[in-house]
Structure formats: structure tokens, C-alpha cells
């Protein structure tokens, strides 16, 4: 069965410090890998998503991704954190095949941000 | 285009209560995903449909079941409702193809059960 860790429950950075969200997932083959952030009292937004090719992924607002197949990881960064990235994090692996799949989530990362 | 809208945002129910829920997905998304997430279990899927039929399906007790009209439109229900049901749930819809493509998700409908 496939599993996702996010080792980190919080991670406080000061504004415009760098941050590395960490994830590692466990899967047979390769997965479907997903980070999403969700503010309060929102629902879950994409910030990218790795299926295939380039290791290194871009995603919306500045955030970055890469997958390491031999670490079976997928770390979220972003170089210089705002203020508004104050949210909780997810990463997510899929699988599945002809559109249809099943998600499953890691327990989540609450990035706390100090001006 | 309007998002993914679940209503109501709120609900507040007593134990042994049934309650039902409502998700309407982004104009011309056929699959419509529900989710329930909270603090102690995390983000869990719950059932997919896709064209009015259930796709996949979670590890839930059959007290929790849904449906999905021909207007894309999902309820999802939950009988006999336990403490335990408290939490957020989320609806996410998406153009299903052929091949994967994004999740958008709605606010989702805070249930709190008494």
C-alpha cells in the first residue's frame, strides 16, 4: 500500500529565510506526487505535481519540488518565504490508471512564518 | 468560472442523526472526489464518481455512501452519525480524461456532531 510521511509537524521560518518542506512516500512503481496547501477554513490548492521526466518540478507562487527516486522523496522549497505562505502543507502520492486514482495525504506541515 | 461549492459550510448535528451534504463541481467536471479530514486522522478519501457512478471507494464504514446526479452534482450522506464523524469534509471535482489531471476542491462543510 502506498504511504506518505511528512516528518515535520510544524517548521517556524523568519520572513524571506529559505524552507524545505520535507516528504518521503512509499510506492512500488512510480507515483503520482502532489503538494497542496491549505489556508484556514479553505480547501486544499495544487502547488505542483510530478508525474514524469524533469526531477525538478515548478509549481505556483514560488515553490519548487524535487523527486529523488533513490531517497523516495519529494521536498517542497521555496527560496524566500512571505508572510502569506503561513498555511498548512501537503504532500500527496496517487495511483491509478484511465483518469481514475486514489490520493493519500500526508498527515500535513503547519508552516509558521515570524516577521 | 465559479469554483467548487459545498454546502452548508456548517452543520451541527447530534448523535444518531443522519445528515447529508452537497457538492457542486466546476462547470464540465465529470468526477467528483469527497474527503474527510481531521485532526487525529489526517486527510482521508472517502469515494469518487465519476458519470453518476461510484469509482473508488475508501475505507469507510457503510454508513458513509453518496451519490452524483446527471448534472455532475454530488450529495454525500452519512447515517447514524457517531462523535467520531466530527471533521471537515471536502469535495474536489475534476475533467476527467484519459489521463490525471488537477483536483480543484471546495471549502468544504464543517460537520460537528454532539
Known amino acids: 500500500a502506498q504511504s506518505v510521511t511528512q516528518p515535520d509537524i510544524h517548521i517556524t521560518v523568519s520572513e524571506g529565510a529559505s524552507l524545505e518542506l520535507r516528504c518521503n512516500y512509499s510506492?512500488?512503481?512510480?507515483?503520482?506526487l502532489f503538494w497542496y496547501v491549505q489556508s484556514p477554513g479553505q480547501g486544499l490548492q495544487l502547488l505542483l505535481k510530478?508525474?514524469?521526466?524533469?526531477?525538478l518540478v515548478q509549481g505556483i507562487k514560488g515553490f519548487e519540488a524535487e523527486f529523488k527516486r533513490s531517497q523516495s522523496s519529494f521536498n517542497l522549497r521555496k527560496p524566500s518565504v512571505h508572510w502569506s505562505d503561513a498555511a498548512e502543507y501537503f504532500c500527496?502520492?496517487?495511483?491509478?490508471?484511465?483518469?481514475?486514482?486514489?490520493?493519500?495525504f500526508g498527515r500535513g506541515t503547519s508552516l509558521i512564518v515570524h516577521p | 468560472k465559479a469554483g467548487v461549492t459545498q454546502t452548508p459550510r456548517y452543520l451541527i448535528k447530534t448523535r444518531g442523526q443522519q445528515v447529508t451534504l452537497s457538492c457542486s463541481p466546476i462547470?464540465?467536471?465529470?468526477?467528483v472526489s469527497w474527503y474527510q479530514q481531521t485532526p487525529g486522522q489526517g486527510l482521508q478519501f472517502l469515494f469518487e464518481?465519476?458519470?453518476?457512478?461510484?469509482?473508488n471507494k475508501g475505507n469507510f464504514p457503510g454508513r458513509f455512501s453518496g451519490r452524483q446526479f446527471s448534472n455532475s452534482r454530488s450529495e454525500m450522506n452519512v447515517s447514524t452519525l457517531e462523535l467520531g464523524d466530527s471533521a471537515l469534509y471536502l469535495c474536489?471535482?475534476?475533467?476527467?480524461?484519459?489521463?490525471?489531471?488537477?483536483?480543484?476542491f471546495g471549502p468544504g462543510t464543517r460537520l460537528t456532531v454532539l
Open positions: 462547470s464540465g467536471h465529470r468526477s
Open positions: 500527496a502520492v496517487a495511483h491509478g490508471s484511465g483518469g481514475s486514482y486514489i490520493p493519500t
Open positions: 464518481y465519476f458519470s453518476e457512478t461510484q469509482r
Open positions: 474536489a471535482s475534476r475533467s476527467q480524461e484519459t489521463s490525471y489531471n488537477e483536483q480543484f
Open positions: 510530478y508525474f514524469s521526466g524533469d526531477t
Open positions: 510506492y512500488g512503481a512510480t507515483p503520482y
